[in-house]
């Protein structure tokens, strides 16, 4: 029977972009997180509630994929031990100006929706006076005790340029605090922020090569 994988979503995409995984993957599924598909947001947001949200829905044993904040939650999962990939994961956060733009559009086009406020704020930092409070999330990758690759692309955050979107949030200096931790692996291809919508090939490779890996790890009997 194949191992089952849980697909999470990232901050302002619906789980309805992950499911062309599910006909890649058969059985795979994409868990929504609150505030989305009609479930209600927490109050107060926090990763952690977001991770108790995933896991309580996951199945036994499942590898726990995840874009963008997706990957985040995927990352604080690891902690209990559940396995993971990370794509493109935010660790800090006030160099984040593509999601800010895009957390500020979104607040601006909703400016009833103290949800969405919240959100922006716990998670991002994003004060209403427009100004940012840190977010880092480093801890998370310090506590992680089951293996997590953390896949990042090649179109970098700095300098700012274009519309935001495509620029990768997942840097070298990410990557360097989460190489310290041994049960965490950290993979770069080709393509922006994304990567499962954008370079869909590249990452059915590294998940069908996760799945290889795992699979061979378990020993004989067991």
Not at 15 to 40: D, H, M, N, Q, T
Not at 95 to 108: C, D, F, G, H, V
Not at 153 to 181: H, I, K, M, S, W
Request: one cysteine or more; hydrophobic letters at 45%; a negative charge.
């Amino acid at each position: 029977m194949p191992r089952p994988i849980v697909f999470i979503p990232g901050a302002l995409r619906g789980a309805e972009v992950l499911s062309p995984w599910s006909a890649r993957f058969p059985g795979a599924v994409v868990i929504e997180l609150p505030g989305k598909g009609g479930l209600e947001p927490f109050s107060p947001v926090s990763i952690e509630a977001y991770r108790d949200h995933v896991a309580a829905r996951s199945p036994e044993g499942a590898l726990i994929v995840g874009q963008s904040l997706g990957g985040l939650v995927a990352i604080a999962m690891a902690a209990r031990g559940w396995g993971g990939i990370a794509f493109d994961p935010p660790m800090t956060t006030t160099k984040l100006w593509p999601q800010q733009y895009s957390l500020r559009t979104e607040m601006a086009r909703n400016p009833a929706n103290s949800a969405l406020r919240g959100f922006a704020f716990e998670i991002f930092g994003l004060r209403e006076d427009g100004g940012l409070q840190e977010r880092i999330y480093y801890s998370h990758l310090a506590a992680v005790r089951a293996r997590v690759d953390i896949v990042t692309g090649d179109t970098p955050l700095f300098p700012p340029y274009g519309a935001p979107g495509p620029q990768c949030v997942f840097d070298a200096v990410d990557a360097e605090v989460a190489v310290r931790n041994p049960c965490i692996r950290v993979h770069r291809i080709s393509g922006p922020h994304d990567l499962l919508a954008a370079s869909p090939e590249a990452c059915a490779r590294l998940i069908a090569a996760r799945l290889e890996d795992d699979e061979l790890s378990v020993p004989a009997g067991a």
